[in-house]
């Protein structure tokens, strides 16, 4: 084979994986970058009025919410995950969310726990009546842990809930 | 690394998608036979070309004072790494050492090696110790030295094989394996058998061959352009470092503990295992363990389970290459196609850890100022956090099939010149290749597979 057959072949190769790439993909993607870029600081914000402001002040939350976003979505669906006796009532479960939506979870609990999601790093008190709420948008990629604080010190499974957050 | 996943890590990947796995293993079929027509027909690799820093550059950068100045730094970071692990907190994820030996010293020397070449000599701590005690002794002596053993030629590669399975016992097995304490005793046992190892059978020669970090990261830095020789650091082809290795006795039970103890590290998050896995710690468990224990034992037969099937496989393509004829025998085959599994190992790793370097290894920022876990704030960056919005969910998993198809082209690359040096009839070197090729295309075809499988 000469020199140029070669190089044909390789370029011929490149084209066939680029096409078969751009037909593979689905057609919706937009690639991580605008998800990606999103300020961590507008996250901090969000999540933290989100998780410790609502358990307290829910409607004033909601109004500062509305503020920053001038045509708000639809109100997301609310997860619930209820604790008893230091167990997920019905396992721990994912809660697939798509990068980018608002996320809303309630935990309720019959004892006093702290509800920690890792990665966002959002922490929520809970207490029998006083259910922990976290409201926060979906900026990182990726799969993230809520774990029972109580249950890690008392030894036990602290796995809560699992936060999956796919690409969109 | 399953218990770091779920002690230190605070964001796990998500598996790729079907139709990304669908076109990655298509890719890595057309890669293969268009690499197989159009690869050059004469080796190549195994032609010498190094050529020197220019400037005197080479010179300096390999020169007496720099390498004093890293084996300090080593002997130093060593020092950190036993102290914070004893004295320090023992929270896995609030103590320096840790996160430094299983992210900073085991995964970000992975592409420091592969750029700019066997870093991890300089820096080696044992090596700088047992040169630095031999300058000493000589000193103080003022005579000769008594002569080190001769390094048994049985010996091969098989303690830095063993050194290896070793890390991946207690960074996969051993349940308590991140326990600061206990990395800082593992790392004073290791630096004990090190130094009684140098003595027996001299520091240049147990560094070479039986040191397993020296002879893992010497492995990843023959992928590098960069070599340092006869005191001068010089530049060479990339893969020719690896054509260049000498196999010896063990290494191919080198390559298949580095491939194997990724592919349990990507499996044991996987449903096959996890459905496996109660059924053999139960049957431990009935056997009088406790079930830390049973769970323990489980992990390590699922270890050595991965470990032998890598190492079947790969057999597996050197018998089929000698039925193709040649005269070779399968223990001279097998050794001569051993360092093309090189850059495939270094894919899975790369891969399937990618993330946690890129994440966890930020938090060595605020570990550096706080070692210990009590609360100073050396460096000022105690208060840093990580940042999870550096690589999204796309771009990793485009990362990772790009690692992985890079390392297969690399992989088909070195067996495709190895073949033609050793076979003198050109047709048989491609009848070889047929066998070498599927080799290659099961493990990156099982890597694909392992990404496919991360917390699903």
Not at chain 2, 169 to 185: C, Q, T
Not at chain 2, 415 to 436: G, P
Request: aromatic fraction near 10%.
């Amino acid at each position: 084979m000469s020199r140029n057959q070669r190089i044909a072949l390789v370029v011929a190769a490149v084209v066939v994986a680029a096409v078969a790439f751009v037909v593979a993909q689905p057609g919706d993607d937009e690639d991580a970058g605008p998800t990606a870029d999103t300020t961590p600081a507008q996250t901090q914000t969000d999540s933290e009025t989100g998780a410790q402001t609502e358990g307290e002040t829910g409607g004033a939350d909601t109004e500062e919410q509305t503020e920053q976003q001038p045509a708000p979505p639809p109100e997301p669906e609310v997860t619930r995950i209820r604790i008893t006796g230091g167990e997920v009532a019905g396992g721990a479960k994912d809660i697939r969310v798509e990068s980018g939506e608002v996320v809303r979870i309630v935990v309720t609990a019959d004892a006093a726990d702290e509800i920690h999601l890792h990665g966002y790093d959002i922490t929520g008190t809970a207490a029998p009546g006083r259910p922990a709420r976290f409201r926060f948008r979906a900026n990182l990629e990726g799969a993230f842990e809520m774990e029972s604080h109580v249950a890690a010190d008392a030894g036990l499974d602290p796995l809560v809930a699992r936060l999956v957050v796919a690409p969109t | 690394m399953t218990l770091i996943a779920h002690g230190l890590v605070g964001r796990s990947d998500l598996p790729i998608p079907e139709w990304l796995f669908g076109w990655a293993a298509a890719m890595v079929l057309v890669v293969s036979f268009v690499a197989l027509a159009v690869l050059w027909p004469e080796p190549r690799l195994e032609r010498e070309r190094w050529r020197p820093l220019p400037g005197g550059l080479g010179r300096v950068l390999a020169g007496r004072p720099v390498q004093i100045a890293c084996g300090a730094i080593g002997v130093f970071l060593l020092g950190v790494v036993i102290y914070a692990g004893l004295r320090g907190t023992q929270s896995p994820t609030a103590n320096f050492t840790p996160t430094f030996v299983y992210v900073i010293f085991w995964l970000a020397l992975v592409p420091v090696s592969l750029l700019f070449g066997d870093v991890f000599r300089a820096f080696n701590p044992w090596r700088a110790i047992g040169r630095a005690v031999g300058w000493l002794a000589g000193r103080i002596s003022r005579s000769d030295l008594p002569a080190p053993l001769s390094y048994p030629a049985g010996f091969g590669h098989w303690p830095a094989a063993a050194g290896i399975f070793a890390f991946a016992v207690m960074e996969l097995v051993v349940s308590d394996g991140d326990k600061p304490e206990n990395v800082a005793i593992a790392a004073l046992v290791y630096s004990a058998l090190t130094f009684v190892a140098m003595a027996l059978y001299g520091v240049e020669s147990w560094i070479a061959r039986g040191e397993a970090f020296s002879v893992y990261f010497n492995l990843i830095s023959r992928l590098s352009p960069v070599e340092t020789r006869d005191g001068v650091v010089g530049l060479r082809r990339p893969l020719a470092g690896l054509a260049a290795l000498e196999p010896v006795s063990g290494t191919v039970a080198l390559l298949a503990v580095m491939i194997g103890s990724v592919t349990f590290d990507g499996a044991s998050v996987g449903s096959l295992w996890t459905g496996i896995a109660p059924d053999i710690a139960g049957f431990f468990a009935d056997a009088g363990l406790s079930p830390q224990r049973a769970l323990e034992l489980t992990f390590l037969v699922g270890l050595i389970g991965a470990i032998l099937l890598v190492y079947a496989f790969y057999q597996l393509g050197v018998v089929g290459a000698r039925s193709v004829g040649g005269g070779f025998s399968t223990g001279r085959l097998a050794r001569a196609f051993v360092h093309s599994l090189v850059p495939i190992a270094v894919a899975y790793v790369a891969a399937h850890y990618l993330t946690l370097l890129l994440f966890q290894g930020q938090s060595i920022a605020f570990l550096a100022s706080d070692p210990l876990g009590d609360g100073s704030d050396l460096f000022g960056t105690a208060d840093s956090q990580i940042d999870y919005s550096l690589l999204g969910a796309n771009a990793t998993w485009y990362c990772w099939v790009g690692l992985v198809v890079a390392g297969h082209v690399a992989a088909l690359t070195l067996a495709h010149d190895r073949a033609l040096a050793l076979y003198d009839d050109a047709k048989l070197a491609v009848r070889s290749q047929y066998w070498m090729l599927a080799v290659m295309v099961g493990f990156t075809s099982l890597a694909l597979w392992l990404l496919s499988q991360v917390n699903s």
